[in-house]
């Protein structure tokens, strides 16, 4: 079974430009969460997707970020314009069920604004 | 609200020696805790888990943790650490089903001399 996948591994983008993430979870994951780690932080929660509705977008930072599931698949996380904080690294996680069994990461991309 | 605390933000041991990482949680219920690891070039795979019951769980690649819940601590033990522990450790909470969103520490990265 493949696992979590996030495209790109990396991503350096100038400050005001736009940077799209993707996250593919595993198949036939309903439960799709993004998560980020600002350098030398704790890693955060972002959202949650349940299929392709928002069911918990509270960790979101501001309105330059916009997160889609279309069609309850893979994910995409944009951010413009990005700002020199937004640099970190970008989780994805899935899981089949509500709970934490099954809850698998992605490696992560990281961003970095400059 | 609930938080994670790893007081270590770095940590070295020689290799064959015994460790322990250090993680206090703050939670009103019983927690679910997690322990996950990040090598290089990696993404977050799980070590371990405690939901309920004995409460030192055994983890992968030697690991466990013991849960005290007098002491709000879930430490991460192991007693013969090898070179390819090398990599950075984060201890989360997660709350009861319903609300699947993980509060992480701020990750001990762990350094293996010779």
């Known amino acids: 079974e493949a696992g979590v996948t996030q495209f790109p591994s990396h991503s350096v983008i100038e400050k005001g430009q736009t940077v799209t993430l993707r996250c593919d979870p595993i198949s036939g994951h309903d439960n799709l969460y993004w998560y980020r780690r600002v350098m030398g932080k704790e890693i955060k929660f972002l959202l949650h997707?349940?299929?392709?509705?928002?069911?918990?977008e509270s960790g979101m930072p501001n309105n330059r970020f916009l997160a889609e599931r279309t069609g309850g698949t893979y994910s995409t996380l944009k951010v413009q314009p990005a700002e020199l904080e937004d640099s970190g690294v970008y989780f994805c996680?899935?899981?089949?069920?509500?709970?934490?069994?099954?809850?698998?990461f992605g490696s992560g991309t990281r961003l970095t604004v400059v | 609200a609930q938080s994670v605390t790893q007081p270590d933000i770095h940590i070295t041991v020689s290799e064959g020696a015994s460790l322990e990482l250090r993680c206090n949680y703050s939670?009103?219920?019983?927690?679910?805790l997690f322990w996950y690891v990040q090598s290089p070039g990696q993404g977050l795979q799980l070590l371990l888990k405690y939901f309920s019951g004995d409460t030192l769980v055994q983890g992968i690649k030697g690991f466990e943790a013991e849960f005290k819940r007098s002491q709000s601590s879930f430490n991460l033990r192991k007693p013969s650490v090898h070179w390819s522990d090398a990599a950075e450790y984060f201890c989360a909470v997660g709350p009861d089903f319903g609300n699947e969103k993980l509060t992480f520490g701020t990750g001990t990265r762990l350094t293996i001399i010779p």
């Open positions: 996680a899935s899981s089949q069920d509500l709970g934490y069994y099954g809850y698998t």
């Open positions: 997707f349940v299929k392709e509705s928002k069911q918990d």
């Open positions: 939670y009103g219920a019983t927690p679910y």
